[in-house]
């Protein structure tokens, strides 16, 4: 290979080391020319970050791989700029642990930028989807002012430049806090069309927060995702005008079985719990979560109040049929179940107390049953 390079001395060094069998000697040529491609596959699919373009990390990934093949200078990490650390004397050697700081270094601050970006995105979004909101509720004038920023949305979104989104909806929403002053009717026709706008915008938020935290036992979405989904859907129920159930789940008896299997015992319970939750709520606007312990929160868009009793008892069901097998002893499980649809006007903290109250029914009347949630008194 051509990177390969003939010792000066007789001696070993890190640097010239070389295997005594050829298989090896082959093996490790594979090894490196591989590292240096999957270093060039990251640059040539890296994108913008605050403090460096896309070029500019590609050319540092670049010239890792050229460092790996032929020895060449590596880019200077910050701490030779700043005088830190000094380069290493003697024969030229290949700096992998560099290598791994720089990867490291350069995983977090990607990282930082998305964690950041998705937050501006989601806050900036909801701020808009609030304003919308109010416009529904009234009646108005000046409907042709209110498309022409939501059309500037539009292209903004269908840009690639998370700022310009950014600036065009903030923008958005104070024209549309200006216009709601002086408006007392709106054309069907502008609300259809600002309801289909905000279901994209939805489906961009669900993109973004596939990626959020996630359970480690159950590898279900935590509480911090319900809380954040719950605002967004009594943010959203103004406008959409679609039902939102929510159905919470929890295992009767669990500190029973944990004082009977042990802790690993109970851990495979809820796991099996949260397979077959997961399992009973398939669709891409249902959203299944371990709300904490036990117990487990369903959000079930676009789900009528006459469907709910239905979807609690088929989860019901589903918990009688788990087979839990651990260390030769077979775990039996129920569940209790509360559920409710959200109330025009509710908001999400009312929501979840009313449909924890109505869990709590459940299990004070006997357990391993259903209760619906007393209606939203307004």
Same mark, same amino acid.
């Given at each position: 290979m051509f990177w390969r390079k003939k010792p000066e001395t007789q001696g070993p060094s890190v640097a010239?080391?070389?295997?005594?069998?050829?298989?090896?000697?082959?093996?490790?040529?594979?090894?490196?020319? /591989?590292?240096?491609?999957?270093?060039? /596959?990251?640059?040539?699919?890296? $994108?913008? *970050?605050?403090?460096?373009?896309?070029?500019?990390?590609?050319?540092?990934?670049?010239?890792?791989?050229?460092?790996l093949?032929?020895? @060449?200078?590596?880019?200077?990490?910050?701490?030779?700029?700043?005088?830190?650390?000094?380069? +290493?004397?003697?024969?030229?050697?290949?700096e992998w642990r560099k290598l791994v700081?720089?990867?490291?270094?350069? =995983?977090?601050?990607?990282?930082?930028?998305?964690?950041q970006s998705t937050s501006d995105l989601r806050d900036t979004v909801l701020t808009f989807?609030?304003?919308?909101?109010?416009? +529904?509720?009234e009646d108005g004038k000046n409907a042709r002012t209110l498309r022409s920023r939501v059309e500037q949305l539009k292209a903004a979104? &269908?840009?690639? @430049?998370?700022?310009?989104?950014?600036? +065009?909806?903030?923008? !958005?929403?104070?024209?549309? @806090?200006?216009?709601? &002053?002086e408006q007392q009717k709106r054309a069907?026709?502008?609300? +259809?069309?600002?309801?289909?706008?905000?279901?994209?915008?939805?489906?961009?938020l669900d993109e973004a927060n596939r990626e959020g935290a996630t359970d480690a036992l159950t590898r279900l979405?935590?509480?911090?995702?319900? %809380?954040?989904?719950?605002?967004?859907?009594?943010? *959203?129920?103004?406008?959409?005008?679609?039902? /939102?159930? *929510? *159905?919470?789940?929890?295992?009767?008896? $669990?500190?029973?079985?944990?004082d009977r299997v042990g802790h690993p015992g109970g851990d495979r319970v809820l796991r099996a719990v949260a397979d077959a939750l997961a399992r009973a709520f398939p669709r891409r606007g249902d959203l299944v979560t371990r709300y904490g312990g036990e117990e487990f929160a369903c959000l079930l868009g676009d789900t009528p109040a006459t469907e709910a009793p239905k979807l609690a008892a088929r989860v019901l069901e589903a918990m009688r049929r788990l087979r839990v097998e651990h260390e030769g002893t077979e775990i039996r499980v129920t569940a209790s179940a509360g559920f409710g649809v959200l109330?025009?006007?509710?908001?999400?903290?009312?929501?979840?107390?009313? !449909?924890? =109250?109505?869990?709590?029914?459940?299990?004070? /009347?006997?357990? %391993?049953?259903?209760?619906?949630?007393?209606?939203?008194?307004?």
């Open positions: 010239s080391v070389r295997p005594a069998d050829a298989g090896t000697g082959a093996e490790l040529e594979r090894a490196l020319e /591989t590292t240096a491609e999957l270093l060039r /596959t990251l640059g040539r699919h890296a $994108f913008d *970050l605050p403090q460096r373009p896309a070029a500019r990390v590609g050319q540092d990934f670049e010239q890792w791989a050229s460092h093949l032929v020895l @060449s200078p590596p880019p200077a990490p910050a701490w030779e700029k700043s005088g830190d650390e000094q380069p +290493s004397e003697g024969p030229r050697r290949r700081r720089f990867l490291g270094a350069h =995983r977090q601050e990607e990282e930082r930028h998305v964690v989807v609030k304003c919308i909101g109010r416009a +529904s509720l979104v &269908e840009h690639n @430049s998370l700022e310009e989104l950014k600036s +065009s909806a903030l923008e !958005v929403a104070q024209a549309v @806090s200006s216009v709601l &002053e069907t026709e502008q609300t +259809s069309e600002l309801r289909d706008k905000l279901l994209r915008l939805q489906d961009q979405q935590n509480r911090r995702v319900f %809380d954040t989904a719950l605002e967004r859907a009594v943010a *959203l129920a103004p406008v959409l005008l679609r039902p /939102t159930c *929510l *159905l919470m789940v929890d295992v009767d008896h $669990f500190k029973a079985i944990n109330g025009v006007g509710e908001t999400g903290e009312a929501f979840v107390a009313r !449909v924890d =109250r109505a869990l709590y029914e459940a299990k004070h /009347t006997g357990r %391993d049953r259903a209760w619906g949630a007393a209606p939203f008194a307004g």
